[in-house]
């Protein structure tokens, strides 16, 4: 299949894509990519991109990396595929366990591997389980989350997510056990509170939660450190800390779902520990973890934690895990990708081209349509509203975060659309010229759909 007008047309009859409406899909079909090397993404056309989303969040060291693709050649070769269930493992899985519980925080030394970000978050979500029942409390069930979190797309995942766009009436979701707290996010916080009130405001909310439930029925909190799909929101200075200490002081385990912020995306291994304070029991992982060359997740969980699991009854084993749970190809990428990071000292790079591009992403806020420009580093995002004064935004069916979108990819550019938003997460090589190139080809996007707004009477 060479021709692009039949592989466009197998793809509309034949592949249901995952958070695609079916009628637009039907009317508009894909754009069929066909080649990557490094930021920059070609179409089945031959039209270039420059890719600011960095896959899904996950192309962290940029992709068509010669090494990537002799290292995972190689491992083919000598091992593609082994048994991780029982007593057998393989080398490239028991290194990348090794290395990291070595990046981890605290004591987070234990490692289950998974096939992606949903089924680290699930297995979290059995863990703990697990756990409450082997230490005899069978009725600490109760998990918190917040509204606008996401954390992934198998039931149990998609229970705990928060977005109200992605709960939709025609899913079902566990909802005796799992409740929702407010999103962290000042820009939507109530008239006349200052960022100190509204983060008082969140942690007063989650203690009642915890005076209403008992803390001897809650399991655990989930929280991204920064909230990803949910609108790149940045809790207010202190909340993940206090929301930690509250954990801590009614025995709920804190489960940190890194599996955006991590392998360098905001500029450090996992952002739980070294830009927040908190030390997470459990810890969910993907993405970035292979930079998006392979699929791969991981749920990591403190000593603490494997202790209570493993001792007393001696019959006890846990009774999960997936036939490509530590996958030896998938692993071996993983480690290269490792080495990548810490080799071109990527880290260090995000945080200095990242302040660049928060710097010269906060000028649009000049332009009409923005109404907040927010993030932290190499993960940002425009709200586009309405009205800058009230912070209305325009309705969901005009999809404003699209059509900016679609104005962007005309010029080469690729942001992620999420109803009135555009999102960012480029790979972590991004340079200065290419932070200039993005903010200019947003911008004129930005101001195209604003003259198209206008011509078509929508302001
Ligand atoms: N947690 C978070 C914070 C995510 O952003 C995502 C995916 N965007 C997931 C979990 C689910 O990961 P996956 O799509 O790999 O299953």
Redesign the pocket.
């Known amino acids: 299949m060479t021709n692009h007008k039949q592989i466009w047309e197998a793809d509309k009859r034949h592949w249901m894509h995952p958070w695609t409406h079916f009628e637009s899909f039907q009317q508009e079909g894909s754009l069929i990519l066909s080649r990557a090397r490094g930021s920059r993404l070609w179409d089945s056309n031959a039209n270039s991109y420059f890719d600011a989303v960095g896959g899904?969040?996950c192309t962290n060291i940029g992709l068509g990396r010669e090494e990537m693709a002799e290292t995972i050649a190689e491992q083919v070769r000598q091992l593609a595929y082994a048994n991780p269930f029982v007593d057998m493992a393989n080398e490239p899985a028991v290194a990348l366990a090794e290395k990291l519980a070595q990046l981890a925080p605290g004591d987070i030394n234990r490692v289950f591997f998974t096939c992606?970000?949903?089924?680290?978050?699930d297995t979290a979500f059995r863990l703990i389980h697990f756990y409450q029942n082997c230490r005899g409390m069978p009725h600490k069930k109760h998990i918190i989350a917040r509204r606008g979190g996401?954390?992934?797309?198998t039931y149990a995942?998609m229970s705990i997510t928060g977005k109200s766009g992605d709960r939709i009436a025609e899913f079902d979701y566990i909802s005796d056990t799992i409740h929702h707290l407010s999103c962290p996010n000042y820009y939507r916080a109530p008239e006349g509170m200052d960022e100190q009130q509204f983060c008082d405001s969140l942690v007063e909310e989650f203690q009642q939660k915890i005076d209403q439930l008992g803390a001897d029925k809650i399991a655990a909190f989930f929280a991204?450190p920064i909230l990803?799909?949910g609108g790149v929101i940045v809790p207010p200075a202190d909340y993940n800390r206090r929301m930690w200490e509250l954990c801590k002081a009614n025995d709920i385990l804190y489960v940190a779902?890194e599996?955006?912020t991590a392998f360098g995306r905001v500029g450090h291994w996992f952002a739980c520990e070294e830009m927040f304070g908190v030390q997470p029991d459990i810890i969910?992982c993907?993405?970035g973890l292979t930079s998006g060359y392979l699929p791969l997740?991981a749920t990591l969980f403190s000593d603490r934690i494997y202790e209570v699991i493993s001792s007393g009854d001696s019959d006890r084993y846990f009774a999960s895990g997936f036939t490509y749970s530590g996958h030896p190809v998938a692993c071996a990428a993983a480690l290269k990708n490792i080495e990548i990071i810490e080799r071109e000292n990527l880290l260090q790079r995000v945080v200095k081209v990242g302040a660049y591009f928060e710097e010269r992403l906060q000028t649009l806020r000049e332009l009409p349509l923005v109404g907040d420009v927010r993030g932290k580093r190499f993960m940002m995002c425009v709200e586009n509203v309405r009205d800058k004064n009230t912070r209305e935004v325009f309705p969901d069916s005009l999809n404003i975060g699209k059509w900016i979108s679609d104005r962007a990819e005309e010029a080469g550019l690729i942001v992620r659309p999420i109803v009135h938003l555009n999102v960012m997460s480029p790979p972590l090589t991004m340079d200065y010229q290419e932070v200039d190139f993005v903010v200019e080809r947003l911008g004129q996007a930005i101001l195209q759909t604003h003259s198209d707004l206008v011509a078509e009477g929508h302001l």
Do not use: C, I, R
């Open positions: 899904l969040w992606g970000g949903s089924t680290a978050v996401y954390h992934g797309s995942a991204e990803g799909s779902d599996v955006v969910t993907a993405k997740g």
